[in-house]
């Protein structure tokens, strides 16, 4: 049977196990892939801990297979897709977890992979590059506005960053001292997280900051805050709702859409994103690649490999 790396209720690490699973068949507007990566999110340990999104149902059917996105190429069709075959390359959302040999893809989030693009760097784009994505295209900022982006050298923050300057933007980025040649690179102004950080984008912004995309949360949202008169112009991916409306701003607005995907897939392959994958790890370590991530100070991307 095949592998799946999962939790078995909620908890901490010690949920976790190496689940025997069922081959998945694909119900409508599905595809089935035989997974070759799958993206390592933050997502994925908080629901492992009993975070809820809305729309989550209340307790999930344990074992719960860990992972949100994958590539692979497809096994299966499901009844009503169209545009999709066997042996496509093809990466996307899953709905049944992605640490796994077999992956479930609703088609209407799911793209091809193009030429030139890697399953492993395709595989980290529906969650942290979509989402850099979704939330620049929302901020709606003009060419030569400046972005703050908190977090810049996570794997949202290094999507957001490149992604603004693709449009044009001019991108201060919080991050650790250690990151700074990190996020220097990314082409943003390095600013270094902590108590304070207001005030050190304020001297490193002497026109001032006309948007914030946040991914961190806390103290570092509060301050973030304080440098825009204008709140609609402050988004966060890191903190929850009620965190982020008591300032004026809002979570960021997913689109998870086959388009997005498509979008953000052709920002790659033209040069203008590098998901920075930095690490990768077999199924058989997902383990590692997990405490990795919740580790909480990712540089770029972790990607599990299937099959390498
Ligand atoms: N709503 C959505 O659809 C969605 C999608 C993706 C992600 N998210 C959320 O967005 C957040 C960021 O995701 P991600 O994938 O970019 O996470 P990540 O890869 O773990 O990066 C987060 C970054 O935050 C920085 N950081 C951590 N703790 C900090 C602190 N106390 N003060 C200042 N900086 C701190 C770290 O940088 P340093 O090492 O430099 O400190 C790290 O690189 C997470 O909360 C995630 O769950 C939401």
């Known amino acids: 049977m095949p592998k799946a790396y999962a939790y078995t209720r909620h908890g901490g690490p010690e949920t976790e196990a190496f689940v025997e699973v069922e081959r998945p068949s694909p119900g409508p507007g ?3 892939v035989a997974v070759r990566a799958a993206g390592v999110n933050p997502v994925d340990w908080k629901l492992r801990s009993g975070y809820r999104r809305p729309g989550d149902p209340g307790t999930p059917a344990f074992p719960v297979v860990f992972g949100s996105e994958a590539a692979g190429l497809v096994e299966e069709v499901g009844e009503g897709v169209s545009g999709f075959a066997v042996g496509d390359a093809v990466f996307g959302n899953t709905v049944g977890g992605g640490y796994a040999e077999y992956a479930l893809l609703p088609a209407t989030v799911t793209a091809h992979v193009p030429d030139g693009l890697s399953l492993t760097d395709a595989a980290v784009l529906p969650v ?15 060419a030569g506005a400046t972005l703050l982006v908190t977090g810049a050298g996570g794997g949202v923050g290094v999507a ?4 603004a300057r693709a449009f044009g933007l001019r991108v201060v980025g919080t ?15 390095h600013v270094p997280s902590g108590p304070d950080l207001a005030a050190r984008v304020r001297a490193a912004t002497p026109d001032g900051v006309d948007g914030v995309y946040d991914l ?23 903190a929850l709702a009620q965190e982020v409306e008591r300032l004026g701003g809002a979570r960021v607005v997913r689109a998870r859409t086959a388009a997005v995907l498509d979008e953000v897939a052709q920002l790659v392959r033209r040069g203008d994103l590098n998901p920075y994958v930095t690490r990768t790890f077999p199924l058989e370590r997902a383990d590692e690649a997990l405490r990795a991530v919740e580790d909480g100070h990712t540089r ?9």
Do not use: H, M
């Open 128 to 142: 942290a590059a979509a989402t850099a994505y979704d939330g620049i295209r929302g901020l709606g900022l003009p």
């Open 30 to 32: 599905q595809v089935l």
């Open 160 to 163: 957001a960053v490149q992604i």
């Open 216 to 238: 961190v949360g806390g103290d570092a949202l509060e301050e973030a805050a304080t440098l825009l008169t204008d709140r609609t112009r402050l988004i966060t991916a890191g």
């Open 175 to 189: 991050a650790s001292e250690g990151k700074k040649d990190f996020v220097e690179q990314l082409g943003a102004v």
């Open 300 to 308: 770029g991307k972790i990607v599990i490999e299937v099959g390498a």
